[in-house]
């Protein structure tokens, strides 16, 4: 299920992605649905309104669902279960558990293509994004990645970290630093000029 609320995840955090949570098959990789949550504070424009049409207003469930995800006590307030009827109040604290369907993306490895000390760079196919965002979190390019390379992923102080990004339906070489100190220098070299991005369009007809 997808979440406007979805929590924002680093880009160098590890993800939790393995590669049984993939299924590849007529072309496209999917992510098998999993259980997650969300947590945050009561937004701004929540606040007044009773919970289940904040809520109801935010995650793409019919009222049957979102009535049954409230019995199971799935949606909380400061860490207890709440009635519908609810009245949210400034400074609460949500919690939602969900189950996730993430969309499916092209089957395309992510290709290790350099390995240095203090930098990685692969090729990112189109179709995915490079981050978690949005309804994706496992099918981009640093879930994939920990599925297939999770020694790229530790120990965590050496984990690679998303620096800059390529668009989702863009392919093309993507660089990621190596712990904080490869991603600061990476970062750096990205603001200085000293490492630049190049894009290269193919296209059909008349330009």
């Known amino acids: 299920m997808a979440t406007k609320m979805a929590r924002r995840v680093g880009g160098f955090l590890p993800i939790g992605a393995t590669n049984a949570c993939f299924v590849r098959e007529r072309g496209f990789r999917f992510v098998v649905p999993y259980q997650d949550s969300t947590e945050g504070v009561v937004r701004e424009r929540w606040i007044g309104r009773r919970v289940d049409d904040a809520f109801g207003s935010e995650l793409p469930v019919s009222p049957q669902t979102l009535s049954a995800m409230f019995e199971a006590g799935r949606i909380r307030l400061d860490g207890q279960p ?3 009827s609810h009245i949210m109040r400034r400074h609460e604290r949500y919690q939602v558990d969900f189950h996730r369907h993430e969309p499916e993306a092209l089957d395309e490895d992510v290709e290790v ?6 930098l990685v760079a692969v090729r990112k196919p189109a179709s995915l994004p490079v981050h978690p965002a949005g309804r994706f979190r496992k099918n981009t390019v640093l879930g994939v990645l920990e599925a297939s390379r999770p020694d790229l992923f530790t120990p965590a102080e ?3 970290r998303s620096v800059h990004r390529l668009d989702r339906q863009v392919s093309g070489v993507l660089l990621l630093g190596r712990g904080r100190r490869g991603a600061r220098r990476l970062s750096a070299d990205l603001r200085s000029g000293r490492v630049l991005k190049e894009y290269v369009a193919r296209v ?3 330009v």
């Open 204 to 206: 059909r007809g008349v």
């Open 158 to 160: 050496r984990a690679v």
């Open 82 to 84: 709440v009635a519908q």
């Open 113 to 118: 293509l350099h390995e240095g000390e203090q």
